[in-house]
């Protein structure tokens, strides 16, 4: 039986995501990500990422799931020359394989700082507007959680952004009920109509919801 060919919207988001190409360093990391179960972000929200980061002039980005290093690749090829990325995972053999791929690619210890530990229990210890662009990509029900703490840690001006905004299409799906579609809805509910910020959805890969602090 031949294969249903994709509908026209299909076509265009694959064609959109397809736009961005990675390298051979950020393929290996994706299939290291692959293989210890930390599926990375995808091409065209690793895109946004590096765009995001390199129109905000990014010096210092806090970035919740390392993972194998995937997202902080695109993360760090948008910020300054001088830019740190403050990392966070509870996984340490993911970072210690995101370190590899950081190595591979040339960028140096000092430019990254990798911390172990739950998201909720290190964020409080970073510093109130310190920062020009928070990534969230870690435990979906603790979303808006990360959204609270990232506008603290913002500048005024700087960009949060959320991976899996769509969450597999389930997201614009009234009917899919299950906690992690119900908290991402939230999620959005809170960003549209926060007041300090700007939101932007992107249909890229598992969609991107970014938001621009415009005030504390």
């Not at 910020?197 to 621009?212: E, K, N, T, Y």
């Amino acid at each position: 039986m031949a294969e249903t060919p994709p509908s026209p919207l299909e076509a265009t988001l694959a064609y959109a995501d397809e736009f961005h190409r990675e390298d051979d360093i950020l393929r290996a990391a994706r299939l290291r990500g692959a293989e210890v179960g930390a599926p990375p972000i995808l091409p065209g929200g690793g895109a946004a990422l590096c765009f995001l980061a390199t129109a905000v002039n990014a010096r210092s980005v806090v970035e919740i799931g390392t993972g194998c290093g995937v997202s902080g690749l695109w993360l760090l090829r948008g910020m300054r020359a001088d830019g740190t990325l403050t990392s966070v995972d509870v996984e340490p053999e993911h970072q210690r394989l995101a370190r590899q791929s950081f190595a591979q690619a040339g960028f140096s210890g000092g430019r990254i700082r990798l911390i172990t530990g739950r998201a909720l229990d290190v964020l409080p210890r970073l510093s109130d507007g310190g920062y020009d662009l928070v990534f969230c990509d870690g435990a979906m029900h603790e979303y808006a959680d990360y959204l609270a703490e990232s506008i603290r840690l913002l500048r005024v001006g700087g960009v949060v952004v959320f991976d899996n905004a769509l969450w597999g299409n389930r997201v614009a799906d009234p009917v899919q009920r299950d906690p992690d579609t119900v908290a991402i809805r939230e999620l959005g509910k809170l960003v549209r109509s926060d007041e300090r910020l700007r939101p932007l959805m992107m249909p890229l890969g598992d969609g991107i919801l970014a938001a621009v602090k415009l005030a504390d």
